[in-house]
């Protein structure tokens, strides 16, 4: 009794800054459906920005919110749904998207990533105090779980919209 592949929601996946909220937002507009960032539902739910969530509370406390949302909605259909850079890192995330959504990876390469680093908002606890050399180590070993959990990805220099259409044609939306 699972969803039709038509009424799945779409799950944007990638590190962060690589681009999931502005696609995930397209999306939604190009496919008519509901765009959800958890990231976003996280802080409504704290009434906080993530990085005081963090402060607070400790990543566990994230993590386990993270996951609550995301269980929740993935299960629905016609989403879009951006979620943080890190929730891939739960297996149970990664299981329940693979099972109900099509997950979509944006698939940043480094030199490009490194060019928007300056643009990425002090409210990313992760980046915070790390080194250029302990952020690649990161991005390279989360690359490898994005790699090896998705069912559509687009590459680098990806304009949002044309990620969008390509979309939709793929699923003859
Ligand atoms: C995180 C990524 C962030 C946010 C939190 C943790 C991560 O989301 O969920 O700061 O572990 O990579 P974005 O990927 O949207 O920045």
């Given at each position: ?5 038509r ?33 976003v ?34 299960q ?7 979620v ?18 099509i ?13 928007r680093?300056q ?10 105090d ?21 069912s ?22």
């Amino acid at each position: 009794f699972g969803l039709s592949i038509r009424e799945k929601s779409i799950v944007c996946i990638g590190f962060m800054g690589a681009g999931k909220t502005t696609v995930g937002q397209l999306l939604a507009q190009r496919l008519y459906r509901n765009f959800v960032d958890i990231d976003v539902e996280i802080e409504k739910e704290f009434a906080m920005p993530i990085s005081q969530i963090f402060r607070l509370y400790g990543e566990p406390t994230f993590r386990a919110k993270e996951k609550d949302l995301i269980v929740k909605y993935s299960q629905q259909p016609l989403n879009v749904i951006s979620v943080g850079g890190g929730a891939f890192l739960q297996k149970e995330i990664q299981d329940i998207c693979m099972t109900n959504c099509i997950v979509l990876f944006l698939d940043i390469s480094w030199e490009s990533w490194k060019e928007r680093v300056q643009l990425l908002a002090d409210n990313r606890p992760l980046l915070k105090d790390r080194s250029l050399e302990d952020i690649k180590t990161l991005f390279l070993e989360r690359q490898s779980i994005y790699s090896l959990n998705h069912s559509a990805f687009i590459v680098d220099d990806f304009k949002a919209q044309e990620a969008a259409d390509y979309l939709a044609g793929a699923l003859k939306l």
